[in-house]
């Protein structure tokens, strides 16, 4: 079992542009969820997707989207880059909907905005 | 009311040592309270978890405490060793939020040899 993989695991984009980062949850979860870690900080919740959906979304702007696909994969992302979206993007995998089960991390994307 | 607050930011200990982090809680809808450990450059990883049916819970060097009327929980690394030097991360979720993690803000723990 890979467990939850996500690329790129570094990234560096110029402000205004645009970056989508990708997710592959662990075998056998179906939610995927998104968080923003700044440096120094605890990972703040970003949203979350269950059936391809969603679901939840935590105090982010519309410039952060996302998307879940039918194999549970997901991709963030982030419209009109801001040096302030310089972070650790996590993304993070659960089973059976996510209620409050267990939620396995990737090794993140470091982006980094110049 | 989402808030998780923890204590201390950062830790020294001695090898062999005790290390004691604690959370606080707002939300009383809160039923499931992990605790990650995060290398530099790694994403966190799952330690321990806890439910409020239980008050404490233990898995090898590493014991959870909970205290429901205060709404506290506490994490404790017996024997520390050099290489459990790492950022810790309590969180919470529970009620509707469907596994939302809300995090503390991270402790950094020494562990001097």
């Known amino acids: 079992d890979a467990g939850v993989t996500q690329s790129p695991t570094h990234l560096i984009k110029t402000r205004g542009q645009q970056v989508t980062l990708r997710c592959s949850p662990k075998?056998?979860?179906?939610?995927v969820s998104w968080y923003q870690q700044a440096l120094g900080q605890g990972p703040q919740f970003i949203f979350q997707?269950?059936?391809?959906?969603?679901?939840q979304r935590g105090n982010f702007p519309d410039r952060f989207s996302g998307h879940q696909f039918p194999n549970y994969s997901s991709e963030l992302n982030v419209n009109a880059l801001l040096l302030g979206d310089s972070a650790l993007y996590l993304c993070?995998?659960?089973?059976?909907?996510?209620?409050?089960?267990?939620?396995?991390f990737g090794q993140g994307t470091r982006l980094t905005v110049v | 009311q989402q808030q998780v607050k923890q204590s201390p930011q950062s830790l020294i200990v001695q090898k062999g040592g005790i290390s004691i982090i604690n959370c606080a809680y707002e939300?009383?809808?809160?039923?499931?309270f992990p605790w990650y450990q995060q290398f530099p450059g790694k994403g966190p990883a799952l330690l321990i978890a806890?439910?409020?049916?239980?008050s404490e819970k233990k898995e090898g060097r590493f014991t959870i405490s909970f205290n429901k009327s205060a709404k506290q929980f506490s994490l404790h690394i017996m024997d520390s060793q050099p290489g459990d030097s790492a950022t810790y991360f309590c969180?919470?979720?529970?009620?509707?939020?469907?596994?939302?993690?809300?995090f503390g803000q991270g402790t950094i723990l020494t562990v001097h040899p």
């Open positions: 993070a995998s659960s089973p059976l909907g996510g209620m409050n089960t267990e939620a396995f």
């Open positions: 075998s056998g979860h179906d939610t």
């Open positions: 997707y269950y059936e391809e959906e969603e679901r």
């Open positions: 939300n009383t809808a809160f039923d499931y």
């Open positions: 806890i439910r409020p049916d239980v």
């Open positions: 969180a919470a979720s529970g009620g509707t939020s469907y596994g939302k993690l809300t």
